[in-house]
């Protein structure tokens, strides 16, 4: 799993929630949009494919510092072989204007990261059954 999250404090209270469902998830952070295209288009450091392996799905979020996670997104599902990687946009934007903006670039989910803390733990836990447990996911994506 991919977390494109700028926050420490957001990425460090979805890696805890992440932990107490299933200790065995595999994720990737890349801390700003920027770093997740260069990992996802495998530029850089990222370019041997070895060191780029496709992540299951994207946890997307919408206020980044370098560029706005709708631009990521669209750039994303603008590309043949990225276009099959779910996106989950995972925001606290409640704003209808961004739910529509996420949607019409191709998100595939929109979340809300939650203030309660058994309900950010019911959701998260909610979000890797269902695209890990549930969904077929593409071949060679890394869990």
Do not use: H
């Not at 925001?91 to 939650?114: H, I, W």
Request: glycine share 4%; proline share 6%.
């Amino acid at each position: 799993m991919m977390i494109v999250e700028d926050s420490d404090e957001d990425y460090e209270a979805l890696i805890w929630a992440l932990r107490k469902v299933d200790p065995s998830y595999i994720t990737l952070r890349c801390a700003d949009g920027d770093e997740a295209l260069e990992y996802l288009f495998r530029r850089g450091k990222f370019a041997p494919p070895a060191a780029a392996p496709r992540p299951a799905i994207v946890l997307l979020d919408l206020n980044l510092t370098s560029m706005d996670g709708v631009e990521v997104l669209q750039q994303i599902k603008a590309d043949e072989d990225l276009r099959m990687v779910p996106v989950v946009v995972w925001t606290n934007s409640a704003s209808p204007e961004d739910v529509a903006r996420s949607y019409r670039g191709g998100a595939n989910s929109y979340m809300l990261k939650r203030l309660d803390l058994d309900a950010f733990v019911r959701e998260v836990e909610a979000l890797t059954r269902y695209w890990f447990d549930v969904v077929m996911l593409p071949e060679n994506a890394t869990r």
